[in-house]
C-alpha cells in the first residue's frame, strides 16, 4: 500500500468513526433518576452575557462530574455567544455524557457540523421549520447518527410529533416574545403521543418543578440558566439534584 492509499484507507476509518451511533440521549434519559440535560449558556437575546468567562472545557465537565444525564451547549455565535467549538473542547476535556448541538438547524450543512463537533444529538425547533423540511432534516441526521430532539411549543406545532422524532420537546418560552411560562408543558405533555420520551425546557428553577413535571409524563428537563448564573454551575447542579432525592422521584416507573 502506498501512502496516498494508507491515508485514504485511515480517512475512511475516520469517517465511520463519525458516522458511527453516538451515544444516546434517549437511553440516558430513560435510565436517568433525574433526567437533568444541563446547558452551557453564555449569553441569551433577552437577558445578555449570563457568564462571559465561562469555559467549555471546564464546565460542562463539571456538569458530568455531578450528576448531570446529558448536556446542552450553544453553539449559535451571534446571539448566544456560543460555538461548535465548545463542543470539540468538552470532549478533550472528558465529556462522555450525551451532548444535544443547541442551535437554529435550517439546512443540512448544520447537521455535519454537529457530526464533526462530537455532538450526540441536535435540535430541530418546528417552529423554525416547515414539516417537510423538518422531515428531510430528522432522515439525515439519523443517516450521519444523531438523535433528535423536536422542539414544539404551541398546540398547532404539535402535528409535528407524527414525524416520530428520538424525544419530543416542550419549550416553555416563547421564540417570539421570550415570555416564559412552564405552565405550557403540563399543557402540552396530555397531547402528546403517550409513547414519546418528553423534555421540557426552559424557565426550570425549582426542584418542586421537574418533580410535578415528571409525574407528568416528562423525562428530561434542560436547564441551563438556573446553573450557570450561579458561580460554580456544576456545584449549582449538584445541589439541584440533592432536591430530588424523595423516594417518589426516584422510582423507575414514577
Known amino acids: 500500500m502506498d501512502i496516498l492509499q494508507e491515508i485514504v484507507a485511515h480517512k475512511r476509518q475516520e469517517i465511520e468513526q463519525l458516522c458511527a451511533k453516538k451515544v444516546s440521549l434517549r437511553q440516558a434519559l430513560l435510565r436517568s433518576d433525574t433526567g437533568i440535560i444541563a446547558e452551557f449558556k453564555r449569553r441569551s437575546p433577552s437577558k445578555g452575557w449570563i457568564k462571559e468567562e465561562g469555559r467549555a472545557d471546564i464546565i460542562p465537565l463539571s456538569y458530568q462530574q455531578n450528576g448531570a444525564a446529558a448536556l446542552s451547549i450553544l453553539t449559535d455565535e451571534h446571539y448566544f455567544g456560543g460555538s461548535d467549538d465548545f463542543i470539540r473542547q468538552a470532549r478533550r476535556a472528558g465529556v462522555t455524557l450525551p451532548i444535544l448541538y443547541k442551535n437554529f438547524v435550517v439546512d443540512e450543512a448544520q447537521l455535519y457540523a454537529a457530526v464533526l463537533c462530537g455532538a450526540s ?57 421570550f415570555v416564559t411560562d412552564v405552565q405550557t408543558s403540563f399543557r402540552l405533555a396530555e397531547l402528546l403521543p403517550k409513547d ?27 436547564i441551563g440558566e438556573t446553573f450557570m448564573k450561579a458561580p460554580h454551575p456544576g456545584q449549582a447542579l449538584a445541589h439541584f439534584i440533592g432536591n430530588l432525592s424523595t423516594p417518589q422521584l426516584l422510582t423507575p416507573n414514577s
Open 121 to 177: 444529538a441536535v435540535l430541530l425547533i418546528a417552529a423554525c421549520l416547515d414539516k417537510k423540511t423538518c422531515k428531510h432534516l430528522m432522515d439525515k441526521a439519523h443517516q450521519l447518527g444523531l438523535e433528535v430532539l423536536l422542539e414544539m411549543h404551541a398546540e398547532e406545532e404539535l402535528e409535528y410529533a407524527e414525524l416520530e422524532p428520538d424525544l419530543c420537546g416542550i419549550n416553555n418560552r416563547h421564540l417570539g416574545s
Open 196 to 222: 414519546a420520551v418528553k423534555v421540557s425546557e426552559s424557565g426550570i428553577s425549582n426542584p418542586d418543578t421537574v418533580k410535578h413535571l415528571r409525574q407528568a409524563g416528562f423525562r428530561g428537563f434542560l
